[in-house]
């Protein structure tokens, strides 16, 4: 049965996702109407939602003609979702204080049916104490949701309050909704995600490591549980949260992660995502100190080749993808990286020059495979996540 989702566009900049968003429910199956605010019209026009949406938009909650065909009582609870993108202040202050003075906050106090809210507004405005009560209030009446996360404003300012991106919304949608068979192409599959760096001890306060900050990896992880997987995701020292519907465990050095990773098979797929440290040093128990002598001399350990001995474990997934982050020669390295480790495609990106794509939130990747490559445009990372699961999903089928 095709589940209905009523979506209320609010009056932010943020406003021009819920395009994506549109377009990516549709893609999944879901059937949509839209309540457009006086505000959201300032930024996205009646027409491109109903065009999008194959339904008409609602404005006016004194509309003869909307109360006629589709009553704001009856427009609040045929839908199974309501859904609030973006949400603004302004909204969350109405839905938490029970205001019913425009057709948006009248159908939210109307509806029996369960709400999730996507905020989006300066980052100001969402640390205010006031705000901060009424998203407490709301969490407090039941209401779900997703995001914001950091990010760079229309304002110039950065910090929380950034609208989730339209995949992470329509994730949320699909985990309170569920989804058809069609819509879960990894339903029955097992699938093993690593991500982030790995952090190899120089002694109790020093280490060795890099820039990643598992962004992508994480996204593949989340990617894959909507696409219906049972996920692990074998993590290194991160600063984001761990993924919804995931299994996480937590790692450090590059032998505590092949040690997950095998604990966790056998899979249908595994993805490593991780930016794996190539070096290790046999750690000191102690502080090491300046001296006289000069710097002290690291003698350098090679670690475990997780990917390669994954390829040639007698466990080994039906998948295998691995991740080349390069700073020059990215294909012929890539390529390379493809016929070393034995695996069966290499997500190959480009992390030099000022490009900021360890710790930023787009990508632009090339699939290598023995057959060719197959370049991608930049991508939000949550994107690049779900084209390739797309992609896991086509190469090994939905399980019987």
């Not at 938009?57 to 045929?78: P, W």
């Not at 204080?97 to 106090?109: F, R």
């Not at 996920?231 to 949260?241: E, F, N």
């Amino acid at each position: 049965m095709t589940k209905r989702v009523l979506l209320i566009v609010g009056g932010g900049i943020a406003a021009y996702k819920t395009l994506e968003l549109i377009r990516n429910l549709r893609k999944r199956g879901f059937a949509l109407r839209c309540i457009l605010t006086r505000a959201g019209k300032e930024f996205v026009t009646p027409l491109a939602l109903a065009s999008l949406s194959g339904d008409k938009v609602y404005e006016d909650l004194f509309s003869l003609t909307d109360e006629a065909e589709m009553g704001h009582i009856e427009l609040s609870r045929e839908a199974d979702l309501l859904v609030v993108a973006p949400a603004t202040a302004d909204l969350l202050a109405k839905m938490a204080n029970g205001s019913a003075n425009d057709l948006a906050s009248t159908a939210l106090l109307a509806t029996d049916k369960p709400i999730l809210a996507a905020p989006a507004m300066n980052i100001r405005m969402w640390l205010h104490a006031a705000t901060q009560r009424n998203l407490a209030r709301l969490k407090d009446d039941g209401v779900t949701f997703v995001g914001p996360g950091d990010g760079e404003m229309a304002c110039g300012e950065y910090g929380p309050g950034r609208m989730a991106e339209p995949v992470e919304i329509a994730d949320a949608i699909e985990r309170m909704l569920g989804g058809t068979t069609a819509q879960k192409p990894l339903a029955g599959r097992r699938v093993v995600v690593t991500s982030g760096p790995t952090v190899e001890p120089i002694d109790p306060v020093r280490f060795l490591s890099n820039r990643s900050s598992g962004k992508q990896g994480h996204a593949v992880a989340a990617a894959a549980a909507s696409a219906g997987a049972e996920v692990v995701l074998v993590s290194g020292p991160v600063s984001i949260p761990d993924p919804a519907g995931v299994r996480t465990v937590h790692v450090e050095s590059a032998v505590e992660m092949l040690a997950a990773v095998e604990a966790a098979l056998p899979s249908d797929i595994a993805i490593f995502c991780a930016a794996v440290a190539d070096w290790r040093v046999e750690p000191a128990g102690h502080k090491i100190k300046k001296g006289k002598s000069g710097a002290p001399t690291l003698a350098l350990i090679e670690n475990p080749d997780i990917l390669a001995t994954i390829c040639r474990h007698k466990q080994r997934p039906r998948l295998v993808i691995g991740f080349a982050a390069e700073t020059e020669k990215m294909l012929a390295h890539a390529r390379a990286k493809l016929e070393r480790k034995g695996c069966d495609m290499i997500v190959a990106n480009d992390v030099g020059g000022p490009a900021g794509v360890m710790g930023g939130e787009r990508n632009t990747v090339h699939l290598v495979t023995r057959d060719g490559v197959e370049d991608w445009p930049t991508l939000d990372k949550t994107e690049v996540a779900h084209r390739l699961v797309e992609r896991m999903a086509a190469l090994v089928g939905t399980s019987s």
